[in-house]
């Protein structure tokens, strides 16, 4: 008898876990919208590291550890960085409830499955070379999302976008990816439909 699971149906709320808890956003975003941007950007900076800076990766493995690199807020929600980060004592605990959350969530597989996914769902058993990638990306889509919330007048993203700046400058300098994505695609992200429509492909 094939043994029922839940696995599936937390990640079908994803869509409904709101994004930037206590901040007002012109756009709203959910963590399924999130995870899907982290994804592809992930995938992204893979394939160009391998083009052009002599990497190795599995651009499919690095897409695929970002879809689920957020799995624990379908138990735990959004938690703003601020609450998160400004005390230690706090991140370790919140670190140690991400970490409950995300085993708990690969528990709801069957049993043969879960030795395959441990290594996408749980933090602390990704290989580091993909987790510092979908780190990078994480970074890389917040940031654009701060840069569209201050493009329509919302000003509380302004020093979001200033922390995460001096962030993916320090990403930039041991992961020239990233300085490449930036330059490479950054600039269209800011234009509206019509002028998208002008660009060269």
């Known amino acids: 008898m094939i043994q029922k699971s839940s696995f599936l149906a937390w990640l079908l709320r994803m869509p409904l876990i709101k994004r930037w808890a206590l901040m007002h956003t012109v756009k709203p975003e959910n963590v399924a919208e999130h995870s899907h941007q982290v994804a592809v950007i992930a995938h992204l900076l893979a394939v160009i590291r391998n083009t052009y800076f002599k990497g190795k990766l599995n651009p499919e493995k690095a897409a695929t550890i970002a879809l689920y690199h957020e799995v624990s807020e379908t138990k735990l929600q959004d938690i703003n960085h601020v609450t998160k980060y400004h005390n230690p004592a706090l991140t370790r605990e ?105 660009t060269p492909t």
């Not at 709801?108 to 996408?120: A, E, K, R, S, Y």
């Not at 979001?160 to 300098?173: A, D, G, I, N, Y």
Request: with cysteine; hydrophobic share 40%; net charge negative.
């Open 94 to 198: 919140f670190k140690k409830l991400e970490e409950l959350a995300e085993i708990e969530c690969l528990h709801t597989l069957p049993n043969d499955l879960q030795p395959i996914f441990g290594h996408l769902i749980v933090q602390n058993q990704v290989d580091p070379e993909y987790k510092t990638i979908v780190k990078a990306a994480d970074l890389l889509s917040a940031y654009l999302k701060a840069s569209d919330e201050i493009r329509f007048g919302n000003h509380e993203f302004i020093p979001v976008k200033s922390r995460l700046e001096k962030m993916l400058s320090t990403f930039s300098h041991d992961m020239p990816e990233v300085q490449y994505f930036r330059e490479c695609f950054e600039e269209n992200c800011a234009v509206g439909v019509d002028e998208l429509a002008k």
